[in-house]
Every structure is written in structure tokens, then in C-alpha cells.
Nanobody, 125 residues
Framework: QVRLVESGGGLVQAGGSLRLSCVAS????????MAWFRQAPGKEREFVAG????????WEADSVKGRFTISRDNAKSTLYLQMNILEPQDTGVYYC??????????????????WGPGTQVTVSS
């Protein structure tokens, strides 16, 4: 059974950095697509960044370009999100998601079938 568990969230001042991790288990990952989403209070869940597990494609939201970087470590079955120059509007619960189809550039939450429980990121001004 596929399981995703995020970690690394916390409270940080604006301009600071955090690195989120998502440990994936339950299968050998090769071509699947994985992504980070976030959800602020009272708002819909929004796409942040995604990549194919093979590393062949990456895609990200315009709001995080140049500040956030998605990556993965095959040996550890772990997806990362390096977040730099954080802004208060980056605050929210960050979720790791998995799409077994491996379709590139998928950005809608309903295209991802597996989700982690989330980790809270709070950026103070």
C-alpha cells in the first residue's frame, strides 16, 4: 500500500528557508509523477511544484519560480521541496501527492490519487 509522509514544516520569518521532505513507501517508484500542493485557511488546495520520479520533467507554479526547487532522492524514496525567500503568502499546509500514471505537468489535485497528511508551514512578516 502506498504511503506518503511529509515533514520539515515549521515557523519561519519572511525571507527565510525551509526544506520539506516526503517519504514514499509501498512500491518501487520509477515513472510516477509526484508533486507538492499547499492549502491556506479558507482557500482551495493549489499546485506548487511537480516532477516525474525519473527526473525527466519538472514543472512549477509561477508564484514559486526562482524560489522553490523540487527534487528527489531515489535511494531514500524521498521527495523534497527546498523553499527559499519565503513570503507570508506561502503560509499553509503543504501536501505531497502521487500520480501513478506518471503524466507530466499535472496540476489539478483530482489527478493525484495518493496524498500525505500534510505539514504546516507558517511564514511570519
Amino acid at each position: 500500500q502506498v504511503r506518503l509522509v511529509e515533514s520539515g514544516g515549521g515557523l519561519v520569518q519572511a525571507g527565510g528557508s525551509l526544506r520539506l521532505s516526503c517519504v514514499a513507501s509501498g512500491r518501487t517508484f520509477t515513472y510516477e509523477s509526484m508533486a507538492w500542493f499547499r492549502q491556506a485557511p479558507g482557500k482551495e488546495r493549489e499546485f506548487v511544484a511537480g516532477m516525474r520520479w525519473s527526473g525527466s520533467r519538472q514543472w512549477e507554479a509561477d508564484s514559486v519560480k526562482g524560489r522553490f526547487t523540487i527534487s528527489r532522492d531515489n535511494a531514500k524514496s524521498t521527495l523534497y521541496l527546498q523553499m527559499n525567500i519565503l513570503e507570508p503568502q506561502d503560509t499553509g499546509v503543504y501536501y505531497c501527492a502521487l500520480d501513478l500514471r506518471g503524466v507530466a505537468d499535472t496540476r489539478r489535485p483530482n489527478e493525484y490519487g495518493y496524498w500525505g497528511p500534510g505539514t504546516q508551514v507558517t511564514v511570519s512578516s
